[in-house]
T-cell receptor, first 113, second 113 residues
Framework: KQEVTQIPAALSVPEGENLVLNCSFT??????LQWFRQDPGKGLTSLLL?????REQTSGRLNASLDKSSGRSTLYIAASQPGDSATYLC????????????FGKGITLSVRP | DTAVSQTPKYLVTQMGNDKSIKCEQN?????MYWYKQDSKKFLKIMFS???????INETVPNRFSPKSPDKAHLNLHINSLELGDSAVYFC????????????FGPGTRLLVL
């Protein structure tokens, strides 16, 4: 059974810092890994999707990497801004006909002005 | 235009009541999902439908019955509500079932008293 872990549960940084959010998963047989952002009281917004054959994906100030063999992914946020404050969730999609997204519990990020 | 919409946004009800949550997507996607996010913010899939057919039923009590009248709609009916059903329920959609990016609705906050 796939388990996704995100540690720490919360993080507070000053504006302008580059930061790394970590995600680990127990079963390396994944189809892809996805990072989402959730703002308080809102739904999830997809940030990046990395296929299992890829090593990283970039979008603006965000860069996500994937090391499938070790069961790890990182989300790198460059030059953090107060508007980046949100919960960041990592999720993996498995293989097979009835695959699904398995989510971590998320990391709540607070960027202080 | 809203891509994935849910109604109602908030739902407060008494134990034992029956309630429904509606979801609609205007993205032309074939697959729709229901997720439950509990008080600890843990997000877990409940059901997925592809072209009105049930694909995933994730050991959810049979008090929960999804219904998909067409590809653009996936409703969730809950019978005999219990205190433990209090959570945020998210609807999502994707183009197909193969791990593509999912688009989430804003959520329905259900409180059972």
């Amino acid at each position: 059974k796939q388990e996704v872990t995100q540690i720490p549960a919360a993080l507070s940084v000053p504006e302008g810092e580059n930061l790394v959010l970590n995600c680990s998963f127990t079963d390396s047989a994944i189809y892809n890994l996805q990072w989402f952002r959730q703002d308080p009281g809102k739904g999830l917004t997809s940030l990046l999707l990395i296929q299992s054959s890829q090593r990283e994906q970039t979008s603006g100030r965000l860069n996500a990497s994937l090391d499938k063999s070790s069961g790890r992914s990182t989300l790198y946020i460059a030059a953090s801004q107060p508007g980046d404050s949100a919960t960041y969730l990592c999720a993996v999609w498995g293989w097979g006909a009835n695959s699904k997204l398995t989510f971590g519990k998320g990391i709540t990020l607070s960027v202080r002005p | 235009d809203t891509a994935v919409s849910q109604t109602p946004k908030y739902l407060v009800t008494q134990m034992g009541n029956d309630k429904s949550i509606k979801c609609e997507q205007n993205l032309g996607h074939d697959t729709m999902y229901w997720y439950k996010q509990d008080s600890k913010k843990f997000l877990k899939i409940m059901f997925s439908y592809n072209n009105k057919e049930l694909i995933i039923n994730e050991t959810v009590p049979n008090r929960f019955s999804p219904k998909s009248p067409d590809k653009a709609h996936l409703n969730l009916h809950i019978n005999s509500l219990e205190l433990g059903d209090s959570a945020v329920y998210f609807c999502a959609s994707s183009q197909e079932t193969g791990g593509e990016t999912q688009y989430f609705g804003p959520g329905t906050r259900l409180l059972v008293l």
